[in-house]
């Protein structure tokens, strides 16, 4: 025991905790410490008391520091938990610093364009839609003008036939067959136009299978003016085929596209000048 | 401090995650030991950015080789002071730390640097004052010598002029006022 407490005495356990030994001295005393119980006990009291008289001349590294060890350990940890080749660590080792310098950008970049992506197309979309509608719109509207336009030309045609004083109105009148009918034609001899008004026509409506024939007699002869059909929803005026003499005018009713020479006893009406 | 929370672990705890490398190991190691060991680190070399080159490789050292270290030969703070000690007199003994300061004067330097880093002491550690004085000139200056600026006992013997039998007394009776003090 005398021994140990000499050697501790000695100095040279506090000469090993702050490193001040030599190669075999630090041996020895490893050697002592692991036979002697006491000796250990007195490191570790030396080593505690250094370390806290390091503690309190302690001086806090900046804090960005922490991050630069960290990583440097971190970095170290990859390397060594990875057996790859030492130009496999190369590689891994440049990628994700590069990865890390421009993976911020790419992400919000490719972000953005894909919400720009995403926008074009609703707005595309939308687009479309409206163009659609438009052309529907536009065409409804050229099928109502060209209608207005028709209705317009017609009517000025009517209007003109009134105007002209060129123009015979004769109302024929219904005949035994038909007595209640009646149908008013325009004349011009001078233009040869014929023209008949069905909205103040009073015909029956004819049916499928047969249509009215306008008869011009001249002398006593009858000439074809054309066929026409009756029904209460026509109103216009209708031209019919031309001619420059009329004694009189007649209308048959007659199987459909009409015949050659007229079937007296299906005679509609009649009006003579 | 500008960081949010340290991680503390037990001393037991602690070596028995470094050796099985995790990575909280690393952060507790650093938020533990780093000012301590930066203390000492920044006492041989002065310059704050070569201070803190050096803490780096202290850290990479104890964690490359931390294999190396077993319970039974001591505190685990003790194995690493040294390793940070033999470091930063690696680093002033460098041929470019050498070039870059050799038209200083060293004395001067030592003296400044001590000054600065008086201020930059833990604040918060009102008992140094008290340690201070626990302590006598004459063993303070051969414990800093030794323990902070990484001098042998024979250079601190030569450098104060005493008998290194002498030198050997008032280490150890440094350390053991310390021991009274912090017990």
Known sequence: MEDIKAYIESGILELYVLGDVTQEEKLHVETMAAKHAAIKAELEEIGRAVEQYADEHAVEPSDELRNRVLNSLVTNLADDRTFTPQRDNEIDNVVPIRRADRSGFYKYAFAACFVLLIVSVVALINAYRKLNDSNTLIASLQNQNQRFSNTVSLKDSEIGVLRDPTFKMLRMKGTPKSPASALTVAWSPVKKKVWIDMATADMPANDKEHQYQLWALVGNKPVSLGVFNADTASKDMVEMEPTALADAFAVTLEPKGGSSSPTMSEMMVLGKF | ?183
């Open chain 2, 1 to 183: 401090m500008a960081r949010k929370r340290k991680i503390s672990l037990s001393e037991e705890e602690l070596v028995r995650a470094l050796r099985n490398r995790e990575k909280v190991a690393a952060e507790a190691l650093y938020d533990m030991y780093s000012a301590s060991l930066f203390g000492v680190i920044s006492r041989i070399v002065t310059d704050t950015a070569e201070a803190e080159d050096v803490l780096q490789e202290v850290f990479v050292k104890i964690w490359n080789s931390f294999a190396a270290y077993s319970a039974d030969k001591g505190r685990l703070f003790t194995w690493m002071v040294n390793i940070a000690r033999n470091l930063a007199i690696d680093r002033i003994r460098s041929r470019d730390f050498k070039n870059q300061t050799k038209n200083q004067d060293l004395e001067n330097t030592v003296n400044s640097i001590d000054e600065q880093r008086n201020t930059a002491y833990k604040p918060e550690l009102l008992g140094i004052k008290e340690l201070v004085e626990t302590l006598k000139p004459e063993q303070k200056s051969i414990l800093d010598l030794v323990y902070f600026k990484g001098y042998t006992h024979v250079e601190a013997a030569d450098e104060l002029g005493v008998p290194l039998g002498t030198i050997k007394t008032r280490l150890r009776m440094a350390i053991i006022q310390l021991r009274k003090y912090f017990n």
